[in-house]
Structures are given as structure tokens and as C-alpha cells.
Nanobody
Framework: QVQLVESGGGLVQAGGSLRLSCAAS????????VAWFRQAPGKERELVAG???????TYPDSVKGRFTISRDNVENTVYLEMNKLSPEDSAVYYC???????????????????WGQGTQVTVSS
């Protein structure tokens, strides 16, 4: 299995940027599809970005054009670049991974088998 550790969260003003990192250890990371989810208090966990083993990416409309996911299989790390942040982006951000084939189901939390502990992102107005 793979272990995931997120970092890079913090407090930022509206309009600012953050880059989150998800460092993986264990099995061959390049074999895993990876995604970033977020969960705000009282809300369901939602996908903010996903990337397949081949580099195909997916984003919901709420972050499209502002967030970018990328992966470095040499460093075993997936990044989430977040720009033009707003208070609505405040949440705990989680990295998740799976060996399953990339399908339309990859937008749901249940598709993923491995999760990090999360990192808090707070955007002040």
C-alpha cells in the first residue's frame, strides 16, 4: 500500500495562492491515480482535482482555471497549485490515491483507497 502525507496548508488572504504537496511512500507511486478533496465543516467531502497515471486531469467548475494538479513521479509527490483563493475555498484538504483504472467514478471519495491526514487551508476575507 501507499502512505500519503499532505503539507503546505495555512492561512492566506483572499486573492492569494497556496501550493499543497502530497508526498507518497510505499509502493510505486506512478501506478496510482491521485486526487485532492476538501471538506469544510458541515459539508460533504468534494473533489477539487484529480490526475490519472497518464496525466489526465479533472476539475470541478468551482476551481477550474484557478487550481492546477500535477505529479512528479520521480519525487513521488503530487501538487495542488491554488490561485485566486476565496473564503469559500477554506477547508481541510486531503490527498487520496487508488490503483483503480481512471473512470468517471474518480470524482467520488469512495473511489480512493488511500488517504492522507489532511491539511487545513483558511482563506481570510
Amino acid at each position: 500500500q501507499v502512505q500519503l502525507v499532505e503539507s503546505g496548508g495555512g492561512l492566506v488572504q483572499a486573492g492569494g495562492s497556496l501550493r499543497l504537496s502530497c508526498a507518497a511512500s510505499g509502493r510505486t507511486f506512478s501506478n496510482y491515480a491521485v486526487a485532492w478533496f476538501r471538506q469544510a465543516p458541515g459539508k460533504e467531502r468534494e473533489l477539487v482535482a484529480g490526475i490519472s497515471i497518464g496525466g489526465t486531469t479533472t476539475y470541478p467548475d468551482s476551481v477550474k482555471g484557478r487550481f492546477t494538479i500535477s505529479r512528479d513521479n520521480v519525487e513521488n509527490t503530487v501538487y495542488l497549485e491554488m490561485n485566486k483563493l476565496s473564503p469559500e475555498d477554506s477547508a481541510v484538504y486531503y490527498c487520496a490515491a487508488t490503483l483503480r483504472l481512471w473512470t468517471t467514478a474518480a470524482v467520488t471519495p469512495g473511489y480512493y483507497d488511500y488517504w492522507g491526514q489532511g491539511t487545513q487551508v483558511t482563506v481570510s476575507s
